[in-house]
């Protein structure tokens, strides 16, 4: 027996140096990414005593581990989206940048143009106010399209990434499928330890499902079913660009030589993060457009109203910018669709792209596009045949047709996407700021009474008003009259009597009295009142304001925009459904901010979620030094055990050759 | 629960990150003073604070226009009151001719006087403000407002128009008042005279007041012929008058003797026909003027007073002085509207202020930081922290293998 002995040390010897191999390997690997615990089992010998075989196998709690990726992808959806939605928001906020601050100084500078109207510095402050506010919108909105240029860019890289662990997780798979059944070399532990740390990765990008497969392979799905990683073979993820708008790149998947798309929204993981917050960038900048062009538009059609240093209507302040539409990839057709924003509609502007269809070759559907390139609401449809222009008053816009399209062709128009970029000044010298009224309204000196005369309001110069360039036309009122019976007579430039309007009216509002109401607002495109008493015979003069350049009443109005409701507010049909300039970015502002404060609060809580899924699974896979230590004096004291036992047979060995000689 | 070796180190550095980040965090609210530094850390508190900016912007900028406005004002005042005393000076000079005891040479000297009174008034209704614009231009700041023309009159070449300023979101106050609503208009003096043809009738006005409201009451612009009054003699014993409007109603009757002057509204009236005759007057359509062309009549008379009898200049004088009191009274109103509208201002400009401040309140009880508050909690933070590196650094002495020798 004593043979037996020394056979049962050695195995002992061996078992437990396998022990000990194992508690080194844990110690070793203690900071190793992605390495599992291993446990080593020993097995009694099934023949003989002794140690038989020995056994090395990670512990690892499946459930622990896929909850674990489940929660990786979450927390990375979520602080990829915070990350770049928090940078939008840094970039609103900052008042060196925020458009809000431009709006306010070109309104302080309009004020001070106010008081000495007839002053070259106050002029020249509004103009520098007007292009640093320009340049304002511009540089917010081309920091925006860096942003959604830099999402681009950070999403080929993850889709890159992407592709990578796909190919190395089959790899690892099909190592570890030859190597089944090839021995218990500690090799296949480390494989699968690398491949599920390639998989960790993936969950960051991804959400991912695995499926563990009896052959030590995995399997890896998308959460809606498509295979990433199949049996002996990886699919591919490819950055397509957008249809129309090439920029609004989309993913697709191809696994043996079969393409999907794939929707944003079921991504998950960062590379969903990415794009769910490349995709608020969008409606910010229509919205940055959309009070851009308001603004810009409401200055306009004021400026028109007024009278400038030159003896000159006003014009333009702004030169408002237009876009082209996109055509599908799928259109068969010519035709082509370019976009204005319609003069003196700006309030009717939304933030909203448009979809427009042609149902046949003359036939047209226009959509509106929610945030998410919805259709929203019943469309605007018509029939015309081309070249044609559609004014869509409701919406602002003025659509040029040409070209010749096709039925089912599909064109989509983005007017407010670029609208505060593009936006310009056309006010070439401050003389043309038309800060005065053009219109001069004097009583008589030698009237009787002692009624003045008021200019209530400005509404057209155009060439459909009473005015022309530098001038009241002569059909155009040119004084009021009191009859014997105290009735205002309005005489025309030639001394012909366009109407009366009767005593009753007291004088007030006498264009609507005579042209009718609202028609007066068109021609002769401006309103006064007579107030106090008059006399018959008494006379009051209008006139082209030539010279009255110390007038600031256009100016003041003009001022009083940034008190009046400018910015349509959504696509709402209530009366009051306009804001402020100033209210208007302030929405834009914390419209992000809310965003940014629920992706805080998301990503807080998903980053509580993974940290208990990691404890979870670290307390079963992670290695405990504490614990190694332990086992490694049991391993060393059951060492010298059996290394004792193996003494002892020598020492018996030994005795009985003794006894013998 | 088997705590891993790693969980231990990540828990404490994890907790030493969050200790950190909330000491930068109350670091940087400290600096800046700002609770929150972007939208998403608030975006009520930001939507409120970027109101509140806007709002306190506003006042800020009404406060400049309203300070502006005030020293424009104040200046207008001035330049009114400076007129005004000339006016009540010219007034006491005209007031010498009415005594009887004024020789031709008195009267020459006077006329010589009233000249300087009258270039002085010229220039003031002329001035400038600090800007180098004309007052009372109007809207023509830059045209001098009061001229002479060919014949020597002066007149008027500015607008009506008038300039006014925001001084609140919905206060605009008046910052100038036209020379043409100051001056122009003022009204002279209403007079009544014989029509065309009659010639045996003199008109005075002996009463001014009396006949002023009369003209006011009676006064007919949209038909000249229903102003004239026919004086009727008719023969009897004794023989007797009427005065009867253009319409036949018997005004006023009584006892006739040729030559006789009798008041009627204020006017009298000397009639000198054969009984049985009769005369026809009007009252004198109204007319407005400056008063620096009834100052250059009343001159011309005084420096040739021979030309005119004692009644001629009388009327001559009458003329001015009721010019020049219609004058004083706008001249007053326009000094009083100017008070007015710095009485305004400044009850806006306070209002103002207290809106601002209370608005700047609510950003800063919105948005700014509470400095006591902040410090304790910098403090509270670091605390935090060394106690985290503290026990960091003890739990990690606590290996087994430190006893295993």
């Excluded at chain 1, 106050?122 to 103009?127: D, I």
């Excluded at chain 1, 940290?611 to 979870?616: F, I, K, N």
């Excluded at chain 2, 009396?210 to 038909?223: E, G, H």
């Excluded at chain 2, 009644?311 to 010019?323: F, G, M, S």
């Amino acid at each position: 027996m004593s043979t037996d002995l020394l056979g049962i040390g050695t195995s002992g010897l061996l078992g437990q140096q396998r022990l000990l191999w194992t508690a080194g390997n844990n110690i070793s690997n203690l900071n190793t990414e992605g390495f599992t615990r291993q446990q080593t089992t020993l097995y009694t010998n099934a023949v003989n005593l002794g140690v038989g075989s020995s056994n090395t196998t990670r512990v690892l709690n499946q459930f622990a581990q896929g909850e674990l990726w489940r929660d990786t992808s979450t927390h990375a959806y979520n602080s990829s989206y915070y990350a770049d939605v928090a940078y939008t928001d840094k970039l609103l906020s900052d008042s060196a940048n925020s458009a809000g601050v431009g709006i306010d100084n070109f309104f302080k500078g309009l004020h001070s143009a106010n008081e000495t109207p007839n002053g070259q510095s106050g002029r020249e402050g509004v103009l520098s106010n007007i292009d640093s506010m320009l340049n304002r919108y511009s540089a917010l909105n081309s920091q925006l399209t860096q942003q959604y240029d830099t999402a681009n860019a950070k999403i080929g890289n993850a889709v890159n990434k992407i592709n990578t662990l796909l190919s190395n997780i089959n790899d690892l798979n099909t190592q570890l499928i030859k190597r089944q059944g090839s021995g218990d070399d500690g090799t296949s532990l480390h494989l699968m330890d690398q491949r599920d740390e390639q998989v960790r990765q993936l969950s960051e990008m991804l959400d991912i499902r695995t499926v563990p497969q009896d052959d030590g392979s995995l399997l890896v799905n998308m959460t809606t079913g498509q295979s990433l990683v199949a049996r002996g073979q990886a699919a591919s993820m490819l950055v397509v660009n957008g249809d129309p708008d090439s920029r609004e790149t989309g993913i697709q998947l191809s696994l043996n030589k079969a393409t999907t798309s794939l929707k944003q929204e079921v991504l998950g993981g960062s590379l969903g993060g990415m794009f769910a917050a490349r995709d608020e960038l969008a409606p910010t900048k229509r919205q940055l457009g959309q009070l851009a062009v308001a603004m810009a538009d409401a200055m306009n059609q004021q400026n028109r109203l007024g009278m400038t240093l030159n003896n000159q209507l006003g014009g333009d302040i702004f030169t408002l910018p237009s876009s082209e539409g996109l055509p599908y990839a799928g259109n068969a057709g010519t035709g082509a669709v370019s976009v204005d924003f319609m003069a003196g509609e700006g309030s009717n502007v939304t933030g909203m792209d448009y979809l427009v269809t042609f149902t046949t070759a003359n036939d047209y559907e226009i959509y509106r596009l929610d945030d998410d390139g919805k259709k929203t609401g019943s469309p605007i449809t018509g029939t015309t045949t081309f070249p044609a222009t559609i004014d869509l008053d409701a919406e602002g816009l003025s659509l040029n047709l040409s070209g010749a399209p096709a039925a089912g062709d599909k064109f989509l128009l983005q007017p407010t996407l670029n609208a505060a970029g593009g936006l310009s000044r056309e006010l070439r010298v401050a003389d043309d700021l038309a800060l005065a009224s053009p219109l001069k309204l004097t009583a008589d000196s030698n009237n009787y009474g002692t009624g003045s005369i008021k200019l209530d309001g400005v509404t057209n110069t155009d060439g459909s008003s009473g005015f022309s360039s530098g001038s009241l036309d002569s059909a155009a009122p040119h004084s009021v009259t009191i009859d014997d019976s105290g009735n205002y007579v309005v005489y025309d430039g030639t001394g012909g009597v366009i109407g009366t309007a009767a005593a009753s009216t007291g004088g007030k509002n006498l264009m609507a009295a005579i042209y009718g109401s609202p028609a007066a607002q068109t021609y002769p495109g401006f309103e006064f009142s007579i107030d106090g008493s008059v006399a018959p015979g008494d006379n009051f003069t209008l006139e082209f304001n030539t010279d009255g350049f110390s007038d600031n009443t256009n100016g003041l109005a003009m001022a009083n925009l940034q008190n009046k409701d400018l910015v349509r507010r959504a696509d709402s049909t209530s009366a009051d459904n306009t804001i402020t300039l100033n209210e208007s970015f302030t929405a834009l502002v914390t419209g992000v901010g809310s965003k940014v404060s629920q992706a805080k609060t998301e990503m807080t809580a998903s980053e509580a979620k993974l940290t208990q899924s990691q404890d979870w699974y670290n307390s079963v896979s992670g290695v405990n030094l504490d614990e190694e230590a332990s086992n490694l004096i049991k391993y060393q004291q059951a060492y010298s055990a059996a290394a004792q036992i193996v003494n002892v047979a020598k020492s018996t060995f030994d005795t009985l050759l003794n006894a013998v000689s | 629960m088997r705590i891993s070796t790693n969980m231990q180190f990540d828990r404490h550095l994890q907790s030493l990150m969050n200790t950190s980040g909330r000491l930068d965090k109350a670091n940087e609210r400290l600096l800046s003073g700002d609770k929150f530094a972007t939208a998403g850390e608030d975006p009520f508190g930001m939507s409120q604070k970027m109101g509140l900016t806007t709002n306190i912007e506003l006042y800020q900028q009404y406060t400049t226009n309203g300070n502006l406005l005030q020293s424009t004002l104040s200046h207008e005042e001035t330049v009114l009151s400076s007129i005004n005393d000339n006016l009540l000076s010219t007034t006491t000079l005209l007031q010498k001719i009415q005594n009887g005891a004024m020789s031709d040479g008195d009267l020459q000297d006077l006329g010589h006087e009233l000249e300087m009174r009258q270039a002085e008034l010229y220039d003031l209704m002329n001035s400038k403000d600090p800007q180098g614009e004309y007052l009372f231009s109007g809207n023509q700041t830059q045209t001098q407002p009061f001229a002479k023309d060919a014949n020597g009159r002066y007149v008027f070449q500015g607008d009506a128009g008038v300039r006014s300023v925001q001084v609140s979101p919905s206060v605009s106050i008046q910052a100038s008042d036209s020379g043409h609503t100051i001056f122009e208009t003022a009204a002279t003096r209403r007079t009544a005279s014989p029509l065309t043809g009659n010639n045996n009738i003199s008109i005075l006005v002996s009463d001014q007041g009396a006949y002023d409201t009369y003209y006011k009451n009676n006064y007919d612009t949209s038909s000249t012929a229903s102003n004239s009054f026919i004086f009727n003699t008719i023969a009897g014993t004794p023989d007797t008058y009427e005065i009867t409007d253009s319409g036949g109603t018997v005004l006023k009757s009584g006892e006739y003797v040729a030559g006789e002057a009798l008041d009627f509204n204020g006017l009298s009236i000397t009639v000198d026909v054969a009984t049985g005759g009769s005369q026809s007057f009007q009252m004198d359509s109204p007319t407005n003027d400056n008063i620096l062309n009834s100052l250059s009549d009343i001159i011309a008379v005084l420096k040739d007073p021979s030309s005119l009898s004692g009644d001629e200049l009388q009327q001559a004088v009458a003329d001015v002085q009721t010019h020049m009191s219609h004058t004083r009274d706008q001249v007053g109103t326009a000094l009083w509207q100017t008070g007015a509208r710095m009485n305004t201002l400044d009850s806006v400009l306070a209002s103002n202020g207290s809106l601002e401040e209370s608005n700047t309140e609510a950003r800063a009880a919105v948005s700014e930081i509470d400095m006591y508050q902040a410090i304790t909690d910098l403090y509270k933070e670091q605390n935090a922290l060394s106690v985290a590196q503290q026990t960091f650094g003890k739990l990690q002495q606590q290996s087994l293998f430190d006893y295993l020798r």
